[in-house]
């Protein structure tokens, strides 16, 4: 009886969540097939499987949207965005979480409020101050935006991964010798490698699938980003679903394997902060 009961019990849990992980994988799954059928096969049946493998739908979208280009842009943004706000938000985190200054608190609630502002009713006040600076349309016009959106989430994230944290090390490290920099990158940062692989998830994916920026401060063809390579595959009165799908799945790989690489780190993190929480 116990053992029945025990099996209804892991029923009840596993099924729905089961259930739920399908609803999660399958989109993927669809937008993978989907990608190499023909615009025929897909418009009769969306859901069918293909009947015939057509890879020449990633060549011709790769090709048709210049999409070597707008990866190479995307990664360019995504990069950097992700090294400045990995270290700037790593030592804000640091000292937000070790320290009591006067002003500590005007910081957070600065940061807060930017967390609270839309973003996107800014772009016109941003577009007006980067064409005043000459900054407005070149390389560096998305990377100061994309690190200001950024920061507020991954330093709330770092200070208070930090806080569960003794300072314990800190001490035995001073005592050693070791200066604030050296115990704050030698010895705190690969303690917070689970957290810090959160704020690696959040900001890639965000600054890789960032499109309203980038459709206004943008406009030379040479340094436009792959959400605006998407819409090539649209017009007015047609779209070419099998290429944007193409492209969709093309777009959508470096965002899956950089989760798949951090996500056990990031599970790490998550039951550290519930154990320490």
Same mark, same amino acid.
């Given at each position: ?12 849990? !596993? ?61 360019? !943004? ?58 407005? !349309? ?5 990377? $100061? ?44 940062? $690969? ?71 951090? !996500? ?14």
């Amino acid at each position: 009886m116990k053992k029945l009961k025990n099996l209804l019990l892991d029923l009840l849990v !596993n099924v729905p969540i089961t259930i739920l992980s399908i609803t999660c994988i399958f989109p993927v799954v669809w937008l993978g097939y989907s990608s190499v059928k023909t615009d025929a096969e897909f418009t009769l049946n969306p859901q069918a499987l293909p009947t015939k493998i057509h890879l020449t739908n990633y060549i011709t979208a790769w090709k048709k949207a210049s999409f070597g280009t707008f990866t190479f842009n995307s990664t360019y !943004n995504s990069v950097i965005t992700l090294f400045l706000v990995l270290i700037i938000s790593f030592v804000m985190g640091y000292i937000l979480s070790r320290y009591r200054f006067r002003g500590r608190n005007l910081i957070y609630m600065i940061l807060l409020a930017t967390m609270m502002i839309p973003v996107y009713a800014l772009i016109v006040p941003i577009f007006i101050q980067e064409k005043k600076m000459g900054i407005l !349309n070149t390389r560096v016009s998305l990377i $100061p935006i994309y690190i200001a959106m950024e920061l507020p989430t991954s330093v709330f994230l770092i200070d208070g991964y930090l806080k569960g944290i003794s300072v314990d090390l800190e001490d035995a490290a001073s005592i050693d010798g070791a200066g604030v920099l050296r115990t704050m990158f030698t010895i705190m940062m $690969p303690i917070c490698r689970p957290i810090m692989s959160t704020v690696v998830i959040l900001t890639f994916m965000h600054v890789w699938n960032e499109f309203a920026f980038a459709q206004v401060l943008l406009t030379d063809e040479a340094i436009k980003t792959i959400p605006i390579g998407l819409t090539y595959f649209t017009s007015q009165y047609t779209t070419s679903y099998t290429l944007l799908l193409a492209s969709l799945f093309m777009a959508t790989i470096p965002v899956l394997l950089i989760y798949l690489f951090f !996500n056990k780190q990031v599970m790490e993190g998550m039951m550290a902060g519930a154990i320490k929480g």
